[in-house]
C-alpha cells in the first residue's frame, strides 16, 4: 500500500457502542485498570489500555501530495465523534498530513483535546513504506498513556503496522477503498492485544 495513497457483513455502531462499553469495563477492573497480566512475572502489573484506530476519512483529490477531506470525509469525520464520544479517550494522535488531522478534529473539539500530530518518517529501504521508528514512536505514545484510552487516526498503510507492533492477535490490510473500519484494540500485556474489527459511517 502507498505511503501516499492517490464479504461479510461488519458489525456497525449500535455494536460499536457495546464493544466500547466492554472495553471501558476492563479498564474499570482493580486498582482502576491494573491488573496482573498473564505473562508477567509475579509483583510486576500491567496497565489494560483501549486504543481506537481508523484510516483518516474519504479524501479529495487535490493537491495530490497533502489533500484534505471531501465532503463526504467531513461528514465521517463528525460520525466518528459521536461514535467515540462516550468511550474515554484521553489523547488523540494523528499524522503530520491534513487528512489525518481533520478527521480528528470533530472529536477533538467535542472532547476538549488537542490532537497531536507525528511526523512519519519513510523508510531509506523501501521508500513507498513508513519508517519502523515512525510507527515505534506512535506505539510509544500510546504506551505513555497506559491504562487510559487513546485514538489513532493513520493510514491504510500505517494502522495494520501499529497494530502489529502493539501485538494484535489479527492484523488486518485495508482496502484503499476503504474508510469505514473501527479497529478496537485492547492491549492487556506488552506486546500483546485483542483486535475487534468494527464499522462506523456517517448515517450511524
Given at each position: 500500500?502507498?505511503?501516499?495513497?492517490?464479504?461479510?457483513?461488519?458489525?456497525?455502531?449500535?455494536?460499536v457502542r457495546?464493544?466500547l462499553?466492554?472495553?471501558?469495563?476492563?479498564?474499570?477492573?482493580?486498582?482502576l485498570?491494573?491488573?496482573?497480566a498473564?505473562g508477567?512475572?509475579?509483583?510486576?502489573?500491567?496497565?489494560?489500555t483501549?486504543v481506537?484506530?481508523?484510516?483518516?476519512?474519504?479524501?479529495?483529490?487535490?493537491?495530490?501530495?497533502?489533500?484534505?477531506?471531501?465532503?463526504a470525509?467531513?461528514r465521517?469525520?463528525?460520525?466518528?465523534?459521536?461514535?467515540?464520544?462516550?468511550?474515554?479517550?484521553?489523547?488523540?494522535?494523528?499524522s503530520?498530513?491534513?487528512?489525518?488531522?481533520?478527521?480528528?478534529?470533530?472529536?477533538g473539539?467535542?472532547l476538549?483535546l488537542t490532537?497531536?500530530?507525528?511526523?512519519?518518517r519513510?523508510?531509506?529501504q523501501?521508500?513507498?513504506?513508513?519508517?519502523?521508528?515512525s510507527?515505534?514512536?506512535?506505539?510509544?505514545?500510546?504506551?505513555a498513556?497506559?491504562?487510559?484510552?487513546?485514538?489513532?487516526?493513520?493510514?491504510s498503510?500505517?494502522?495494520?503496522?501499529v497494530?502489529r507492533?502493539?501485538?494484535?492477535?489479527?492484523?488486518?490490510?485495508?482496502?484503499?477503498?476503504?474508510?469505514d473500519?473501527?479497529?478496537?484494540?485492547?492491549?492487556?500485556?506488552?506486546?500483546?492485544a485483542?483486535?475487534?474489527?468494527?464499522?462506523?459511517?456517517?448515517n450511524?
Open positions: 500500500m502507498n505511503f501516499y495513497p492517490a464479504g461479510s457483513q461488519r458489525p456497525r455502531v449500535s455494536v457495546v464493544m462499553l466492554r472495553s471501558l469495563l476492563l479498564l474499570s477492573i482493580p486498582a485498570g491494573v491488573i496482573q498473564g508477567a512475572s509475579a509483583g510486576e502489573d500491567f496497565k489494560v483501549t481506537f484506530l481508523v484510516r483518516h476519512a474519504e479524501k479529495d483529490t487535490v493537491p495530490p501530495g497533502n489533500p484534505p477531506l471531501s465532503e470525509g467531513r465521517r469525520a463528525e460520525a466518528l465523534a459521536r461514535t467515540l464520544k462516550d468511550s474515554g479517550v484521553k489523547a488523540i494522535f494523528t503530520h498530513l491534513l487528512r489525518t488531522q481533520q478527521t480528528a478534529e470533530p472529536i473539539k467535542l476538549k490532537p497531536a500530530p507525528i511526523q512519519l519513510v523508510d531509506p523501501e521508500p513507498k513504506r513508513v519508517s519502523n521508528d510507527i515505534r514512536e506512535i506505539v510509544d505514545k500510546v504506551h498513556h497506559a491504562g487510559g484510552a487513546v485514538l489513532v487516526v493513520g493510514h498503510d500505517t494502522v495494520p503496522e497494530i507492533m502493539l501485538g494484535g492477535d489479527e492484523v488486518p490490510s485495508i482496502d484503499e477503498r476503504q474508510f473500519d473501527l479497529f478496537v484494540v485492547t492491549v492487556y500485556e506488552k506486546g500483546k485483542r483486535v475487534a474489527r468494527l464499522k462506523y459511517g456517517p450511524d
